[in-house]
């Protein structure tokens, strides 16, 4: 048995080992596992087996049944008792006298864990004095015993407040049992582990530290305050190289203990703990030590914040309370910041970064309890700290930034965050020290080392976020002088890109100021413009600068009149067509920032209606008939797809003349760009009705038709209405979303003037949308029903019904709702309204459902008064047999959450509908209701009466809260 059991775990943990004898081992283990005998058979092979991987294994099985607790104590004690023995034997004779490989000794702590969790207090009383009684063995032994501690806490006792209901019952339990006796015997053993350990082996009395760290949190205060300890701690942190570090967190872990705010505060001065650390400054190549310190001094800074806090939200009631409170703040302002000062200053980042999210949370503490003159000194000895460490390091890499630069720039993050919250407490003091920062290093230019230049600007540039609009405040004036001596010192021809950039994101940040300088927009026009811009050397620059070029010509837009042949001149060659052809110097993306930008320039009113005309015409034509040229050579006749490349340009040509577009007035009431524009959507559209197949040319066209549509309003619509009827029939889901925003938008802009191309689009519309959407939405009842995520799929068509409601709602309550009078409309409303009757019912998605009954409502307060008569009478009874139950079926078998935001929502448009209904159709509608009430919910007479009483009634809030009382019954 005993050869057998091991040649079957060997063959376990052989990797080589034939899948079918592994097979058979497998069975054979388990076979074991399931014997009665096991607990005698794992521990005589425990005690006899020479191989590692046999001795894990009865370790593993060992824990298993130990940790099926209920099982395992419903074994004879006298087995359990041999377990035991063998265990403590096993330690006593085999692992306090030979090194065992670690898994071994991790497995062992975990078996005895296992048994402390199942037998302590009450089968095992003497489970601490037993492991004790063994420390005496030897190194090995207490390495055992600090494993096992460790291993109590991180699988029991730290789950007291987290885990199922067994684990923290099992760890409260252990714990009031250890807290009775034997914590303070554990303590005592760790102290002396760490005193006895010290010289001879740091590694264990580090480990001892660490292990007891892990229960300073829960056990009494008095075991790790007193006169041994604490100064052993400090010693540690003084002298000891290796044991510093763990004293350190042992002493940070002592100090966040829960304790009253006052208890707290005695206890910090008690000791003299700042005191102690204040005379501690780790080398700068110590980081580990660094780190250490700087989490131990952050977590007395927390501390001392929290108990001001508490402290101060009692002064006004209590005397004691206010003068504690004064103290605890002159501690935390006079020896725990000054500290946190030492470390924020440190070479390494990942200390100073520690250290800062402390003295940030000083700086909001200030904002709270006002600017005292310490506090002042203190908030600009930070911005000094801060300015040297966002300087970037000479071995930078700009050109590829690897994962030590991106963890600089989240540093630098953090540290421009902090120089925008000081400058909201003192606004002046920023100023004046960014104002100085940036004046020295302009002064000192050219000789201004890239790093001090570079950080100058860079406050400079954040302390500009969130500045009005307002530039001739007197407080203000320093922006705009700093702008001006940025503009005279030419420094966006520095020779770095990034200093470049920067003179460019602060001129477009502070653009506004330019407007009472306007001499100088001409200068920080230039600087876009040429080999500093737009024409740098670097991508990097060129692409940034096309997009800054636009937001500078938006700010000033009023003054760009006086600039629009200098703009012009300079950019002639990226306005041409054939530049278009060439990403060289600007891709793509970024030249339509360009053209976008000169579509604002060239609409001024200041400019000359003739003269913007002309402009247009010279950069819109040659579009308009590149496209049109394009078309009609490299596109053979009855292919609606195209190649790629011929597609690729088409789509720049339009999309140019799109971003030209969105330059202009909406509308754009000038009738020679009217002119211009419809012969460019005239050349789009049959770009759309030629290569209809192709995706990217649906897609990327609709932006186009939009901002046509924005553009020119009504007149745009004879030009839409082929290309959307050629459309229709092939769209997918997503494009289907995308056309009924257009179709909306044409609706809502154009209202009557849409009637005659919604006659044309909806019929062919309506039927590609029907093909997608299920007929009674089968699938979102399983949806409902199943508590499982919605796939990708099913979401695509949730959103193609709130789409299509939405439409319907914005049609339907619209003046182009007369399109409903048409013979293929009329045809088509059973079909709509039996979707939106299936849609409200059963789509699970309460903000979908809302917007079906409000588009049901607009069809029949507003759509039916356009039908004839006869039809109207046929829809008004459609609406009666088809919506109104629907509204009754969602009330009824529990599927609204009447305590869910929006289907609170949604009954209050089932309210609102029953009201326009009621005025609809008058009475007749009241005793429909009072049947439905019985038919569908069942409701008593008195219910459907009071039903009625709140529909006839003006209160819409009341009915809401009646109909959330049905939800509520129904559930």
């Known amino acids: 048995m005993a050869q057998e059991l091991d040649n079957a775990v060997l063959c376990l943990f052989d990797p080589a080992c034939n899948p079918d004898i592994r097979t058979q081992a497998e069975a054979f283990c388990k076979q074991i596992q399931a014997d009665a005998n096991f607990f005698g058979i794992a521990a005589e092979r425990l005690r006899a087996t020479s191989h590692a991987n046999v001795r894990f294994w009865c370790l593993q099985a060992l824990f298993q049944a130990v940790s099926s607790k209920d099982e395992y104590l419903s074994v004879p004690q006298d087995k359990r008792n041999e377990v035991k023995g063998t265990l403590l034997t096993w330690w006593h004779s085999v692992l306090a006298e030979r090194s065992e490989a670690s898994y071994i000794l991790n497995k062992y702590a975990q078996v005895i864990v296992a048994l402390c969790r199942a037998e302590y207090p009450h089968e095992w009383p003497g489970f601490f004095s037993d492991l004790l009684s063994l420390l005496a063995l030897g190194e090995r032994s207490v390495d055992l015993f600090l494993r096992i501690m460790a291993t109590l806490d991180e699988e029991l006792l730290s789950h007291e407040l987290q885990g199922d209901d067994a684990l923290r019952a099992d760890a409260s339990r252990v714990k009031d049992a250890m807290r009775v006796g034997p914590i303070s015997d554990v303590v005592s053993a760790l102290f002396g582990a760490v005193v006895h350990f010290q010289t001879s082996n740091s590694s264990l009395s580090a480990q001892s530290l660490s292990v007891l760290k892990r229960y300073v949190e829960w056990i009494d205060i008095g075991l790790v305050v007193n006169d041994h300890f604490v100064p052993l701690l400090f010693k540690l942190l003084s002298e000891s190289v290796e044991l510093r570090g763990p004293a350190a967190g042992c002493l940070g872990e002592i100090l966040s203990k829960k304790m009253t705010p006052v208890g707290k505060y005695d206890l910090l001065v008690r000791i003299g703990v700042l005191e102690a650390i204040s005379r501690i400054v780790p080398a700068e190549e110590d980081v580990d030590f660094a780190l250490s310190m700087v989490k131990l001094v952050a977590g007395i800074a927390r501390e001392l914040h929290g108990i001001f806090s508490q402290l101060r939200a009692t002064a006004t009631s209590s005397a004691d309370d206010a003068g504690t409170a004064e103290r605890v703040y002159n501690l935390l302002v006079e020896h725990c910041i000054p500290i946190l000062f030492t470390y924020a200053a440190f070479a390494y980042d990942e200390v100073s970064e520690v250290a800062f999210e402390s003295i940030s949370e000083y700086v909001t503490l200030i904002k709270r309890v006002g600017v005292s003159p310490t506090a002042e000194r203190h908030l600009r000895e930070t911005l000094l700290i801060v300015r040297n460490k966002m300087k970037f390091d000479s071995d930078y890499n ?3 930034e690897s994962e030590e630069e991106a963890e600089f720039l989240q540093f630098r993050k953090l540290l421009t965050v902090i120089v925008k919250n000081i400058s909201r407490v003192v606004p002046d003091l920023t100023k004046a020290f960014v104002a100085e920062s940036l004046n020295s290093a302009l002064l000192a230019l050219p000789s201004t080392p890239f790093a001090d230049l570079e950080v100058a600007l860079s406050l400079f540039y954040h302390l500009g976020e969130g500045v009005g609009p307002v530039s001739t405040k007197p407080e203000h004036q320093v922006f705009a002088d700093l702008v001006v001596a940025i503009l005279d010192k030419n420094v966006a021809a520095h020779s770095h890109r990034a200093v470049v950039l920067l003179v460019h994101e602060i001129i477009v940040r502070y653009g506004k100021f330019l407007a009472s300088q306007p001499a100088y927009i001409s200068p920080a026009l230039a600087g876009l413009l040429d080999k500093r811009g737009l024409r740098h050397m670097s991508p990097a620059v060129r692409s940034r600068c096309a997009y800054l070029f636009l937001r500078l010509v938006r700010t000033l837009r009023s003054h760009m009149h006086a600039f629009v042949d200098t703009v012009l001149q300079s950019l002639s060659d990226m306005l041409s067509f054939d530049s278009l052809r060439s990403t060289e110097n600007l891709a793509f993306a970024d030249q339509l920032h360009v053209f976008e930008g000169i579509g604002v320039i060239i609409v001024s009113e200041r400019v000359p209606a003739d003269r913007r005309l002309a402009i247009l015409t ?98 745009a619509l004879p030009c839409l209405q082929s290309p959307l009827c050629v459309l229709c029939p092939v769209l997918d889901l997503e494009e289907l979303d995308r056309i009924y925003v257009l179709v909306n938008q044409i609706i809502t802009k154009t209202e009557a003037n849409a009637v005659p191309i919604l006659h044309a689009v909806l019929p062919c519309l309506y039927t590609r949308t029907f093909q997608f959407l299920p007929s009674r939405a089968a699938m979102y009842k399983s949806a409902q029903t199943a508590n499982v995520p919605i796939s990708e799929d099913r979401r695509e068509v949730l959103e193609l019904h709130q789409n299509f409601f939405g439409h319907i709602q914005t049609l339907a309550g619209s003046a182009a709702a007369k399109v409903f009078g048409s013979s293929d409309m009329i045809n088509a409303i059973p079909e709509i309204i039996g979707r939106l009757a299936d849609g409200i019912r059963d789509v699970p998605d309460a903000g979908i459902q809302r917007t079906g009954v409000q588009a049901s409502c607009n069809i029949m307060k507003k759509a039916i008064d356009t039908l004839p008569a006869d039809t109207s009478a046929h829809v008004g009874k459609l609406v009666l047999d088809t919506i109104v139950p629907s509204l009754f079926e969602i009330l009824a078998g529990g599927k609204i959450d009447p305590d869910d935001a929006q289907s609170v929502q949604l009954l209050g448009e089932v309210g609102r509908f029953h009201k326009e209904a009621l005025a609809k159709f008058g009475e007749s509608y009241a005793q429909y209701l009072g049947e439905m009430m019985q038919t569908r919910l069942g409701a008593a007479n008195d219910v459907a009466v009071a039903f009625l009483s709140h529909v006839r009634a003006d209160d819409a809030t009341t009915l809401r809260n009646f109909l959330r009382s049905l939800c509520k019954q129904s559930r």
Do not use: W
């Open 618 to 715: 010279s950069i819109l034509n040659p579009l308009t008939e590149g496209m049109a040229g394009v078309l009609n050579a490299d596109v053979r006749e009855g292919d609606n797809m195209g190649t790629q490349s011929v597609v690729d340009f088409l789509l720049q040509l339009v999309n140019v003349i799109g971003y030209v577009s969105k330059g202009l007035p909406e509308p754009c009431n000038d009738p020679g760009i009217r002119a211009l524009l419809l012969r460019s959507l005239d050349a789009v559209a049959a770009v759309v009705t030629r290569l209809y197949g192709n995706e990217h040319v649906r897609n990327q066209t609709l932006f186009f038709l939009h901002r046509m549509v924005a553009c020119l309003e009504a007149d």
């Open 398 to 400: 700009f050109d590829r």
